[in-house]
């Protein structure tokens, strides 16, 4: 139950596409639902995150769409850029927790130019 | 600059040796957090501590041991007893609970 499933495992596309990236969890109890975005040989970093209370938040060209009943949440690159390949991870915490995060098995995203 | 950093980035060891990993914050975070990294199963919790002088137990804590002496400090030991060390590995801390983790630059560890 604490489990977040990500996919695809991996993605290529063509710059200016869309890639999507869905991730499902069961744990109801999570409350907090962020994305990470790591580079090789660096660690992640925050890109976007979402609670439960909004079904879609956009930062630059980066969307989360939240479906609570379905407990799934996607993360949407908009106008993708060679800039933009790089492994991404989806999470999932319960906030007034520990804070600890359980990870998705990541996506590994190649733009081409 | 505040931020995360572990050392070293790259670290060779014979095997049933153990063996050290720094992590040193400036972030005057509370919670600081130890994951693994291997490719394709995302990053997996060892140990977590939410204050000082205090540690838990993650999901793959078998074989791994934590200090948490200093606020700023949260040192790694791969022990010989565990099975398969080679990976990357991930040192995170947190401020107030909602605030997002830091990562730093991580370590990797390649037991031959």
């Known amino acids: 139950q604490q489990q977040v499933k990500q996919s695809p495992q991996s993605l290529i596309v063509q710059k200016g596409g869309i890639p999507i990236i869905n991730c499902a969890y069961e744990?109801?109890?999570?409350?907090?639902f962020p994305w990470y975005q790591q580079f090789p040989g660096k660690g992640p970093a925050l890109l976007i995150a979402i609670r439960p209370d909004v079904s879609e938040k956009k930062e630059g060209r980066f969307t989360i769409s939240f479906n609570k009943s379905a407990k799934q949440f996607s993360l949407h690159i908009m106008d993708s850029q060679p800039g933009d390949s790089a492994t991404y991870f989806c999470?999932?915490?319960?906030?007034?927790?520990?804070?600890?995060?359980?990870f998705g098995q990541g996506t590994t995203l190649q733009v081409k130019p | 600059d505040g931020g995360i950093t572990q050392s070293p980035k790259y670290l060779f060891r014979k095997e049933g040796q153990n063996v050290t990993l720094s992590c040193e914050q400036n972030?005057?975070?509370?919670?600081m957090y130890w994951y693994r990294q291997d490719p394709g199963q995302g990053l997996r919790l060892i140990y977590y501590?939410?204050?000082?002088?205090?540690?838990q137990k993650g999901d793959i804590a078998e074989g791994y041991s934590v200090s948490r002496e200093k606020k700023e400090s949260f040192p790694l030991t791969v022990t010989s007893a565990q099975k398969n060390p080679t990976a990357f590995y991930l040192c995170?801390?947190?401020?107030?609970?909602?605030?997002?983790?830091?990562f730093g630059n991580g370590t990797r560890l390649t037991v031959t």
């Open positions: 744990n109801t109890a999570f409350d907090y």
């Open positions: 972030l005057n975070h509370d919670a």
């Open positions: 995170a801390s947190r401020g107030p609970p909602g605030s997002p983790l830091h």
């Open positions: 999470a999932a915490s319960i906030v007034s927790n520990t804070g600890k995060l359980i």
């Open positions: 501590s939410q204050i000082v002088n205090d540690f």
